[in-house]
């Protein structure tokens, strides 16, 4: 398989500030450019294409191209005849300009993956007048690596699959093309709807992971100990995390944390505490019981911006009642794209 690898990875960011030799141990080169390096020792021709010399050191450089990776400085050469084409570039516009650049250039029926910077299907939507006038040929999924690639925590790739909004982003022979890529250097590749590959492979996962525990404790006791309907205990879940979701839209962390009230929340969900195995509802009062000044003065300070609260699947049910599918859509996906602008 040719498999071209965009960005290299900032050695140092991962050296000196995170610090990943220390703390997960591994070797440098991190990122970009050893996924390039893994690839190609699992007998694939790579490309890795990163304009910027400095993010690497020389000996990083020997290295990757050691392993049998050709590295290059222009992107479109690098896109000529990538089967895969991997994007580890900056969050938001930066890796949507790549995207755009090399989208011409790409060989017939291959595959944009990106990894932590973009949602895939933010970047479909993006891509769209392009994909569906010029290049139908061309999928977008995901390659992302859900851990620092280099550390031994990479383990697995999160492939973006079929979207839940059943968008036709990709062809399942594209899917399962990032999925066989992944799997020929020895890690697993959950396949997961392309929507959800941020959510749950993300630097957000820690919220994915924290929120999950949160909403399976509340399912049990609210269903389980209280006795109240599913559907009750199901809306209230829907309510809680809209309103979360829509401060931090409008009035950042800082808004949401001040509208919430810190010191009223942790008396509120005490009363919650049913059963002796609630750890994850013992661990969140904990911690938002022992928020430091500097914390609490930022909270203080901080504005809450109107907001309008509404279930967003039932906004877009309207949407579509009021304007029709097709502007609706439209509308959806201009608010998608907007997240990233």
Not at 142 to 163: C, L
Not at 236 to 263: F, K, Y
């Amino acid at each position: 398989m040719k498999v071209t690898v965009y960005g290299a990875g900032n050695q140092k960011l991962y050296t000196e500030e995170l610090n990943l030799p220390e703390k997960y141990g591994g070797e440098a080169p991190y990122g970009g450019s050893r996924m390039a390096m893994e690839f190609a020792q699992a007998g694939h021709e790579v490309t890795l294409a990163e304009p910027v010399r400095d993010v690497l050191e020389d000996e990083h450089w020997n290295l990757v191209e050691e392993a049998g990776v050709t590295v290059t400085d222009n992107d479109k050469e690098a896109a000529a005849d990538a089967d895969v084409a991997i994007l580890f570039t900056p969050f938001g516009k930066g890796t949507v300009r790549i995207a755009r650049d090399i989208l011409p250039e790409l060989p017939e029926g291959a595959v944009i993956a990106n990894t932590c910077t973009v949602s895939p299907v933010v970047l479909y939507y993006v891509l769209e007048k392009e994909l569906k006038m010029d290049r139908t040929d061309i999928g977008v999924s995901s390659m992302h690596p859900a851990a620092v690639p280099g550390t031994p925590q990479h383990e697995h790739y999160v492939i973006g699959g079929r979207p839940t909004a059943e968008l036709d982003i990709a062809t399942d022979e594209q899917i399962s093309r990032c999925a066989e890529l992944a799997e020929s250097t020895g890690k697993t590749a959950y396949v997961v709807p392309a929507d959800v590959t941020s959510a749950v492979a993300d630097m957000g996962s820690l919220v994915t992971a924290v929120a999950l525990a949160g909403v399976l404790d509340y399912y049990y006791v609210g269903t389980q100990i209280i006795k109240a309907p599913e559907e009750m205990v199901e809306k209230q879940i829907l309510m809680t995390l809209q309103t979360m979701a829509s401060l931090v839209e409008t009035s950042g962390v800082d808004g949401m944390a001040r509208a919430m009230n810190p010191e009223l929340l942790v008396k509120s969900a005490k009363s919650m505490h049913l059963l002796d195995e609630q750890e994850e509802l013992d661990a969140a009062l904990r911690k938002i019981s022992q928020l430091n000044d500097d914390v609490m003065k930022w909270i203080e300070g901080a504005d809450v911006k109107h907001t309008d609260l509404v279930a967003a699947q039932a906004l877009t049910g309207e949407l579509k009642t009021v304007m029709g599918d097709r502007a609706a859509e439209g509308t959806i996906r201009r608010c998608m794209r907007k997240m990233f602008e």
